[in-house]
């Protein structure tokens, strides 16, 4: 191969060519994917497609009173009661002034509990934290003391917490007092439990297991502990242990939790004080969730006496008592809150396809009626979907809750809102709801409790009713919140309300238009304001309909540029990354009609407002290019002065926009795609200035670039767009002065001064690709062509001259492709081997496909098979696979290029079938017979001998 071979291209007949390979269209007799008649249907459908089926208990919100647990939990909602952070001096002074001896029983409680408190009186300095600091540092020493064996001692501490729960003396820290004791009661039923597991099996986390392979000495552990809960006097620390102890039960009875559970709720209707019985409830409900989710019965049967002990607390004597300790009624309701949550989140998760709202309204009619706090919590637990079909009376019982003359409580409608935007109401419910909703959040002088409301209840009217309704229900927001200047203090409610607009209407267009979506955006500070038009751009992301109206189009054009304000040399990239594709999507939204200079106008000033980023200044160009092309067919292709002129404008655009672009295989791209547009549009002055710049930057491609935050290298790119670019050359016509292959000069020359990896065939690639480029312009009719361009096919008729230029060229092509396979053959990087052979069957297939076959073409293609095989140890002609000789390559690149070889040899088998000349049965034999030597296969004897590389 060390002579060149002088190539004559053959002609060819594309549209044959192309109708040739059309694949048949053959109907199929059914549709595969459907089931087979008489199959068998599935009865066990997956358990993981419908995730409700295996509810987790987990979400209970009493499990997160469990500090150590890994797990996610929904935090039980102490924070909300308990307001009043100290427990001072003066506080306690009142209630014991009122109370009498309720003090001094809190101290003994808390000297019980440290042994080793010599001052008492430091306890009645202690905070709130500061009693559950000494709760937690009592869990502690329960660990401690049962490590040294100490049975006795860890018992008389889990006594002393709970006998802390009986002093309901200050209701308001109760719920945090609880939480605390949960924790030491589930922390002590877990280390009983592993004891009598490791004396049981040996390890503290047994597989399942029955009763009977539990040993004695096991099972006489377990009931001493049961003997020693029955010996305890009174009745609250006695069930609350025994529930922390109750999955222990499980070494004695099989499935004995039941039985257990049943017992211990009628039990807890023996509790003197309503406040206690319902955190025993709680707790009771918690434990049920972990040991016997699914058992709907004993959860209805806990919900239902809990629904019972309601009117105890609220009744007149109970608020008359919180009104002499100056506790506010409301406040004390919502200490019923947790028990509710707990009880409620249990009993629906224990049949998640059962709905038990009629029953749990009737209980709330008959019990709990016009009391707030339980409203709210059935509206927060309960599934949207079984709340839709009664939505019609939610709004009535809201308003019940209230005494005459007062306001209901806010949150039971923001929990409505929540609801209702998650499923909708009967379509004939859908304005009444809103109707009543409205005539009471309207009337609220509260700005704060107004707008916790509307920013979960705005998504309602925006889903179900018409723009009209959210437009009010928006100039509503504006009054009440303008009053007094409120929403200087209301600034992360009313972004949480244009969020939800945004994100629940399909078009947010339409929000943008309406006449107060705006002002209310208008009234959040800078820092809120970026956030909210970030989340409108990305609103207009999910959109599919383009923005029209220019009022609107200027209101997001001033939203975006909100955005990009934000965004400075000091932000993050994932920032700038967010914006840049927000803004970018924005741009391609945008759609004047066919008032195409404001367009392009719009393109100016998003240029100037947004020259800080790279991709919405691509994506500039890459707009302007396609209303270029939408200019080019509202004229009916074919340009009159006044279009014409407009699109050199928008080409004038991208020639100065271009440049700006600080990556240069963007600016390739976006150079390659303007010429592109240029000779769409007949403009072949400008296509010709755009081509050249690009190929001058073809040099200036660096070896590596970043993208996504990772280094990735050029060179496939690179080689990509040179064979983008040798496309669109097919269609440019030659110079007049130059050449008609000048362009096609400079790409070569540009190409064969850029530094390529020396390990890799990809400079051999791209001159093979420039020799397709020349098969096509030397045809006397070019496969594809621009109306109005006279390409090379035309102007040159296929001239001696021309044919003679363009012959000598590829010559010259093909000559580099073969010094390329010379310098890899002397390679020392094993990587070269496998780029060899490939770059050996490129130029082998480009010559068997574009060139006539004769001798010296013929030559030329079985030293190329032969070399591509012996350095991947193929046998041409064999199914087989890769060899493992010395020569012998294996891996990836390897096994690619071993099965483009042997496709390379089917391919000439059909073509000696077919062809009448006998240089390809010659060019066949000649290659079946020269494989190289193998372990499996005998070398042949070789008509002709391997050229040096």
Known sequence: MDQL?????????????????????????????????????????????????????????????????????????????????????????????????????????????????????????????????????????????????????????????????????????????????????????????????????????????????????????????????????????????????????????????????????????????????????????KKMGELIPHSSALHRMNAMDLFRMVPLFNNPQRRAEMERIGVDFTRYLDVLSPPLQATLHALVHSEPTTSFLPEVFNAYTAHARNTAVVLLRVLEIFPADQLAPVARDLPRMAKETAPEGEFPDHRLFAALGKKLAQTAPRKADVLPILNDVWRVVTKMQDPRKYIEVVQHFIAYPVKYCSDR?????????????????????????????????????????????????????????????????????????????????????????????????????????????????????????????????????FFVDCRRAFSLFERVKLELVVAVCTLAIRTWNLAGRRHTAKTA????????????????????????????????????????????????????????????????????????????????????????????????????????????????????????????AFVSLLAALSQRRIPYRIAGVDSNDELYQREAAYLQELNRTVVGLVGQALKELQRLNTAAQPESVAEQARLALALYDALMALAELNPQSAELAFKLVTLASKKLGVIPGATGAVATGATGLVGKRGAQAAQHLQNCIKALKARAERDESPLAQNLLRLVVQGAPDTPTRPAQPRAVTDAPL
């Not at 997001?556 to 909100?562: C, D, R, W, Y």
């Not at 990354?577 to 200079?597: C, K, P, Q, T």
């Not at 549009?681 to 190929?695: E, G, K, V």
């Open 645 to 768: 002129g407009f699109v050199k404008a928008c080409l004038a655009y991208c020639q100065v926009t271009i440049p700006s672009i600080e990556g240069v295989p963007e600016r390739l791209r976006a150079f390659l795609l303007s010429g592109q547009v240029a000779l769409c549009n007949n403009m072949l002055a400008q296509a010709d200035t755009f081509l050249r710049i690009a190929i001058s930057l073809v040099g200036e491609v660096p070896p590596v670039r970043e993208v996504r935050h990772e280094a990735q290298e050029t060179e496939t790119w690179l080689r990509t767009f040179l064979c983008q670019f040798a496309s669109t050359l097919v269609l440019v016509p030659g110079h007049p002065q130059h050449g008609p292959f000048y362009l096609i000069r400079g790409l070569v020359n540009a190409v064969m001064e850029y530094t390529w990896d020396e390990t890799r065939a990809t400079k051999g690639h791209v001159y093979v």
């Open 5 to 285: 071979v002088d190539w004559n291209l053959r002609e060819r007949n594309f549209d044959a060519e192309k109708e040739a390979l059309r694949v048949a269209f053959h109907p199929a007799a059914r549709n595969p994917l459907e089931h087979e008649e008489g199959a068998a249907a599935q009865t066990h459908p997956d358990p993981l497609s419908n995730p409700l089926s295996t509810p987790s208990f987990d979400e209970d919100p009493l499990s997160h009173m469990a500090a150590h647990s890994a797990t996610e939990k929904q935090e039980l909602p102490m924070s909300a009661i308990t307001t009043n952070p100290y427990l001072t001096a003066k506080n306690l002074e009142r209630f014991t002034e009122l109370g009498g001896r309720a003090m001094d029983r809190f101290e003994l409680r808390l000297e019980q509990l440290d042994d080793n408190a010599d001052h008492p009186e430091q306890v009645f300095q202690m905070t709130f934290q500061d009693v559950i600091d000494l709760a937690v540092q009592r869990k502690r020493e329960m660990v401690e003391v049962w490590a040294r064996d100490e049975r006795v001692r860890t018992l008389k501490i889990v006594i002393q917490c709970c006998k802390l729960l009986s002093d309901v003396t200050f209701p308001l820290f109760y719920p945090r007092l609880f939480s605390v004791a949960a924790d030491v009661l589930d922390k002590f039923g877990q280390i009983v439990y592993e004891r009598i597991a490791t004396k049981a099996f040996g390890t503290p986390n047994p597989a399942p297991f029955d009763p009977c392979e539990v040993s004695d000495a096991a099972k006489e552990t377990c009931r001493n502990w049961f003997f020693k809960i029955d010996t305890i006097r009174e009745l609250l620390p006695r069930l609350f242990i025994e529930l922390s102890l109750i999955k222990s039960f499980a070494f004695l009875v099989r499935d004995p939790y039941e039985h257990v559970f049943r017992r211990i709720s009628c039990a807890i209707r023996g509790v003197g004080h309503p406040l206690v019985a319902a955190y025993l409830r709680a707790y009771l409900a």
């Open 469 to 601: 309704e959210t437009n009010i229900m928006l100039g509503d927001v504006v009054r009440h919140v303008s009053a007094e200047r409120a929403f200087e203090t209301l600034s992360d409610e009313i972004l949480m309300t244009l969020r939800n607009c945004a994100s629940a209407h399909p078009n947010v267009s339409c929000l943008l238009a309406m006449d107060h979506y705006l002002p209310l955006y208008h009234m959040l500070p800078s820092r809120l304001a970026v956030e909210a038009a970030k989340e409108i751009l990305a609103s207009l992301r999910r959109s599919t309909e383009r923005t029209t109206d220019p009022l609107v189009i200027h209101a997001f054009f001033e939203i975006a540029k909100t955005a990009a304000s934000s965004i400075d040399s000091t932000s993050y990239d994932a920032d700038r990354a967010e914006i840049e594709g927000l803004i970018a999507h924005f741009v391609h939204m945008v759609d004047f009609g066919r008032d195409v200079e404001r367009h392009l106008s």
